[in-house]
């Protein structure tokens, strides 16, 4: 009995294995692609003339600000499954796309000031991307420390999930605030980076970005997906 | 108005630099977590 | 009165009572919001932020950081008396549960909001004479949304270790649109402006309230679940 229960985890971890492999190859691929774009964007972008070079931070910024949404509401999503379906794999697919999520936000958090500054000469603008990205951020973290502090799995998973599905339910209400508060309090009128009407170059670069970005976001999920699969093999193993 | 773009890609260089430490050291830290929790045992 | 009515009645009886008899959460709610409010009022520079400016500010925040102190305590005042564990092995439904808890933690924050608002008035020498039933209104309206959204957290930060930081940590992004909203309309009350100006916001509060009180009251059955 004692040998058949110990091949099942090990079969595990060499799916875990599996998994990670594949991530890291996605992930290389895409940083590969993040490259390729680097070039493209500061060699065969057009300079915006208003802006200058800091314009082109936005090849950068706006996939990353995409894919932390993306990461966040794939959070909420695969808790609502779980709550209903109970499978494992949803809570630990959760887990991992916080956790990515959580690297996309810094960069957009920190490009967006480095931007900022030298465009609307402040660090931070309470526009509506930023700020709500700012708040994605923080649920990020509220969500990973309850995680942390959490120790039994299922009770994790359910409280996770719970989380996660009242946080992409505020999105929308965050958002909304942050609107009819800016239409009351007009901002300075500032330079309007990107938005309609891109000349087809940037347009052509800002869309190659997002994808090698997503792209990313798959990678790394895959990755930390395969990290939580072999620790959970490992946990079965050690208390079978 | 013909004027010169500002110069600021000291930003740029600065934006960029930071979004692939944040993205590679990211990356990094999967890798060595990943090969942690592999070990054999 | 249906059933699950009146055992949500008897558990924010208990509640309340077991609250009335020790006092901690109340006494130490009240404390703070009287800090915050002198705060407040020594931390401005008086020639350049009039008080009536900041005073909706500064009732807001009282209000918010005085209410997830109350929260914080209902939850871990029964964690200690071991109470919460015989309240689940009870047949209780968990609809009927979360009720109770929300109207007890509803009443405590209620509370503390009667005390705050007093010293409000003195502090910031504000005249509510014709603003004072739309700032119980609003501060209705904005309370209930946050406090659902603090019951059902507070039962989950309960069984983390660091429950007193879990909640706060948990809860903040979730009261910032219900206070944006409750901000935006004190100042309008406190200034007189018609009600049409206030409609929008109103809206967005009676809203989050809706969607927020529905979902804790739904998820709540998998917090307490075993």
């Given at each position: 009995m004692t040998i058949l229960a110990g091949t099942a985890p090990i079969v595990t971890l060499d799916r875990a294995r599996v998994v990670v492999r594949r991530g890291v190859i996605i992930s290389g691929v895409a940083l590969l692609g993040i490259a390729v774009v680097v070039v493209l964007a500061l060699g065969f972008t057009p300079v915006e003339?208003?802006?200058?070079?800091?314009?082109?931070?936005f090849y950068l910024h706006v996939p990353s600000a995409w894919c932390t949404l993306l990461a966040f509401s794939l959070v909420g999503i695969a808790g609502g499954l779980y709550l209903w379906l109970e499978d494992p794999r949803l809570d630990r697919f959760a887990a991992a796309s916080a956790e990515v999520g959580v690297a996309f936000a810094t960069v957009m958090l920190t490009t967006g000031p480095i931007w900022a500054k030298?465009?609307?000469?402040?660090?931070?603008?309470?526009d509506a991307r930023l700020t709500l990205t700012l708040f994605l951020f923080f649920l990020f973290v509220g969500y990973l420390a309850l995680r942390a502090a959490v120790h039994d799995r299922h009770e994790r998973a359910r409280f996770s999930a719970v989380v996660g599905i009242m946080g992409l339910l505020l999105v929308p209400f965050v958002h909304l605030s942050v609107y009819l508060f800016r239409t009351l309090h007009?901002?300075?009128?500032?330079?309007?980076?990107?938005?309609?009407?891109?000349?087809w170059e940037m347009l052509r670069t800002l869309l190659i970005s997002t994808a090698m970005f997503t792209l990313l976001y798959i990678g790394y999920v895959t990755i930390r997906y395969g990290i939580a699969l072999a620790a959970d093999a490992r946990e079965e193993r050690d208390v079978g | 108005m013909s004027a010169e773009p500002p110069a600021n890609g000291g930003y740029m260089v600065a934006a960029y630099v930071v979004a692939g430490a944040i993205l590679l050291g990211y990356f990094l830290s999967l890798a060595r977590r990943a090969k942690q929790v592999l070990r054999k045992q | 009165m249906p059933e699950w009515i009146r055992l949500a009645l008897v558990i924010a009886a208990k509640d309340v009572r077991a609250e009335l008899r020790s006092k901690t959460a109340l006494l130490s709610a009240t404390v703070f919001a009287s800090l915050v409010l002198v705060i407040f009022n020594f931390a401005r520079d008086p020639t350049a932020l009039s008080a009536t400016d900041l005073a909706p500010s500064a009732l807001w925040v009282t209000f918010a950081f005085a209410a997830m102190v109350a929260m914080n305590r209902s939850f871990t005042v029964e964690r200690e008396h071991g109470a919460l564990d015989g309240l689940l092995l009870a047949p209780v439904p968990s609809s009927a549960l979360f009720a109770g808890k929300l109207l007890a933690n509803l009443a405590f924050v209620a509370a503390v909001e009667a005390v705050a608002l007093p010293l409000f008035v003195l502090f910031f020498?504000?005249?509510?004479?014709?603003a004072l039933p739309g700032i119980i209104g609003t501060a209705a309206l904005a309370t209930i949304g946050f406090v659902a959204v603090g019951t059902i957290f507070g039962a989950m930060a309960v069984r983390t270790r660091f429950a007193e930081l879990m909640l706060p940590v948990l809860l903040l992004p979730f009261m910032v649109p219900p206070l944006i909203g409750a901000v935006q309309v004190t100042s309008r009350l406190l200034a007189a402006r018609p009600l049409s100006e206030m409609m929008g916001w109103l809206r967005l509060l009676a809203v989050y309230d809706v969607v927020f009180v529905t979902l804790a009251a739904l998820a709540f059955a998998f917090v307490v679940e075993e």
């Open positions: 003339a208003r802006q200058g070079l800091a314009q082109k931070i030298p465009i609307w000469g402040t660090w931070w603008t309470w007009p901002q300075p009128i500032v330079l309007k980076p990107s938005e309609p009407s891109l000349p | - | 020498n504000v005249d509510l004479s014709r």
